[in-house]
């Protein structure tokens, strides 16, 4: 908002010409988010807690300890991150772009989807919320919305193609499959991050560092002076979509200050959904998809290992993993629930690092 009204004066006025800048935007926005979040964060908690009298329902076949540790917690604190993303999006993007308005629908449609389903699961209280099914095709939905704005938006053989990391020439035509394509890569990257959401702090840094990485790539892609030095496929307009990810690093680290071990509040699917979502989105849309598996590579982790643990177990009765997703496996063997977290954090890193040398690799 604020571009749309004073870059049009940059010219009588000098300081207004910083808003020219996606450099500057984002680097205000990711302030704007993190102030947005530490002076609403006290007052979302209270309100959380007046209405959740019991906090997030446990899951009794969990870890023993989650029962006595996490109970009385409040869910729901993806409305906080939510409100302190948007909220900064809106005011420091160019708000004609339309790669913004298509990632902001997915997130915004994932978090009210995750809203819903944490609803249920206080209502019921238990850890079961919309059914499966139901939340599958709705993520679907959304997921394709999206996928064909992004398509029309980037026109062009590549607004339909698949592009591949270290090979510089190769894309790979899907045509009218692309949405369906991209719609997969929303909703796996949503439910990646939403099984990871289980001890404090562990899925919002990833998701930070995931942020960072494709704020980078989105800046770059979106500069065709960068995009032709490094070989990238350039995407006229992407680059606004820095702005955004700037803002979810902010409102993410916002988060973290109150769900930091140990949590005054959880995300719930309000915030996981969300977050996954708008990362599937900002990779189709800067047509990384690939490399957001090896920077998102601790979400697809903990996604094999809920796969492989119920395969073998329909298979065979028996479990590979003491309990799905992964890092319930480490409690159950006794490591300390910050062990984990930082180990998993330490992960996350090297993974972003190995998916940032593919901006090189050429």
Not at 262 to 286: E, H, N, Q, R, W
Request: hydrophobic share 55%; glycine share 10%; proline share 4%.
């Amino acid at each position: 908002m604020l571009y749309n009204l004073f870059r049009p004066l940059a010219d009588q006025f000098f300081l207004f010409n910083l808003f020219r800048y996606i450099t500057f935007r984002s680097g205000a926005a990711c302030l704007t988010a993190l102030l947005v979040s530490f002076l609403l964060g006290p007052m979302v908690i209270r309100w959380l807690k007046s209405v959740q009298r019991q906090g997030q329902p446990i899951r009794l076949d969990g870890p023993e300890r989650h029962i006595i540790e996490k109970k009385g917690t409040p869910t729901m604190g993806g409305v906080l991150i939510l409100f302190a993303l948007t909220a900064s999006t809106l005011l420091w993007t160019d708000l004609r772009n339309l790669y913004v308005w298509a990632v902001l629908f997915v997130t915004l449609g994932y978090g009210a989807l995750g809203f819903a389903d944490d609803y249920m699961k206080l209502a019921k209280r238990n850890h079961r919320g919309v059914s499966g099914r139901t939340k599958l095709i709705a993520q679907a939905v959304i997921g394709l919305i999206a996928s064909v704005a992004i398509a029309y938006t980037t026109r062009g053989p590549l607004g339909t193609s698949l592009s591949i990391p270290v090979f510089k020439e190769v894309l790979i035509p899907l045509g009218v499959f692309f949405p369906v394509f991209g719609m997969l890569v929303m909703l796996g990257a949503s439910n990646a991050v939403n099984l990871t959401d289980g001890l404090d702090g562990l899925a919002i840094v990833p998701t930070i560092i995931a942020a960072g990485v494709f704020a980078l790539i989105a800046y770059l892609v979106g500069n065709r002076i960068f995009a032709d030095y490094l070989q990238l496929n350039p995407v006229p307009g992407v680059g606004e979509l820095c702005v955004f990810l700037s803002a979810l690093v902010g409102a993410g680290l916002g988060f973290l200050w109150y769900n930091a071990p140990p949590a005054k509040v959880f995300m719930g699917d309000t915030g996981s959904l969300a977050l996954g979502g708008a990362l599937g989105a900002v990779a189709v849309a800067t047509k990384h998809e690939i490399v957001l598996l090896i920077v998102g590579g601790l979400f697809v982790l903990e996604t094999v290992s809920v796969i492989i643990q119920v395969f073998w177990y329909k298979r065979t009765g028996r479990r590979v993993f003491l309990m799905a997703p992964l890092h319930h496996h480490f409690e159950k063997k006794g490591w300390a629930e910050p062990t984990i977290v930082i180990r998993f954090w330490i992960i996350s890193m090297i993974l972003a690092l190995a998916g940032l040398a593919t901006l090189k690799i050429r």
